[in-house]
């Protein structure tokens, strides 16, 4: 029988630093690090979302490698996360975004093997998301997940962002520019 663990267990665990933790359903996983091309994408997907919500005067803000827990056996970190101002004040009181963030993207690499992003998305879903992006290098494509359906765009496509109180147009190209 495999015990599983618990967040405050996971927490209290002194794990070397040869690479990223984290907690998938009770059990610990090593995370390789990031690639050049995914820490790219992460930095231009913070800057296009920056540059919109500071034009938009929202109360979002958006996070590279934001840390959130999704109940008592799942610490995870996104590669670009949205929050709202609510969720901002709540993960300076406990240092860790509790539910998921509004807008969750995921640059795919070795790390996330498809059944893993498959699971992750649902657990989003079911503590918070509005929409889930993943990102694919390879096939320069985004797919997004929201409550519209499911969609893929490329190159030549702008992605309409559409969370609650905040909506904006991004084109994929300037993702992979």
Same mark, same amino acid.
Request: charged fraction near 25%; include cysteine; hydrophobic fraction near 40%.
């Given at each position: 029988?495999?015990?599983?663990?618990?967040?405050?267990?996971?927490?209290?665990?002194?794990?070397?630093?040869?690479?990223?933790?984290?907690?998938?359903?009770?059990?610990?996983?090593?995370?390789?690090?990031?690639?050049?091309?995914?820490?790219?994408?992460?930095?231009?997907?913070?800057?296009?979302?920056?540059?919109?919500?500071?034009?938009?005067?929202?109360?979002?803000?958006?996070?590279?490698?934001?840390?959130? =827990? *999704? +109940? /008592?056996?799942?610490?995870?970190?996104?590669? !670009?996360?949205?929050?709202?101002? %609510?969720?901002?004040?709540?993960?300076? =009181? *406990? +240092? /860790?975004?509790?539910?998921?963030?509004?807008? !969750?993207?995921?640059?795919?690499? %070795?790390?996330?093997?498809?059944?893993?992003?498959?699971?992750?998305?649902?657990?989003?879903?079911?503590?918070?998301?509005?929409?889930?992006? %993943?990102?694919?290098?390879?096939?320069?494509?985004?797919?997004?997940?929201?409550?519209?359906?499911?969609?893929?765009?490329?190159?030549?496509?702008?992605?309409?962002?559409?969370?609650?109180?905040?909506?904006?147009?991004?084109?994929?190209?300037?993702?992979?520019?």
């Amino acid at each position: 029988m495999v015990d599983f663990i618990t967040v405050d267990q996971f927490e209290a665990m002194d794990l070397p630093d040869t690479c990223d933790w984290e907690l998938h359903n009770g059990t610990v996983v090593s995370l390789t690090f990031p690639g050049f091309d995914h820490i790219r994408i992460q930095k231009r997907l913070y800057d296009i979302f920056q540059q919109s919500l500071q034009n938009a005067s929202t109360g979002f803000e958006v996070f590279i490698e934001l840390p959130y =827990r *999704t +109940g /008592v056996r799942n610490d995870h970190r996104a590669d !670009v996360a949205l929050i709202t101002a %609510r969720q901002a004040r709540e993960d300076v =009181r *406990t +240092g /860790v975004l509790q539910g998921s963030p509004v807008l !969750v993207i995921e640059v795919l690499s %070795r790390s996330n093997l498809p059944y893993r992003m498959d699971e992750l998305e649902e657990l989003c879903f079911a503590h918070g998301c509005e929409e889930f992006w %993943r990102i694919s290098t390879r096939k320069l494509t985004v797919e997004v997940r929201n409550a519209r359906g499911r969609a893929t765009y490329t190159v030549d496509d702008v992605i309409p962002v559409l969370v609650p109180e905040f909506s904006t147009e991004i084109r994929v190209r300037d993702i992979f520019a």
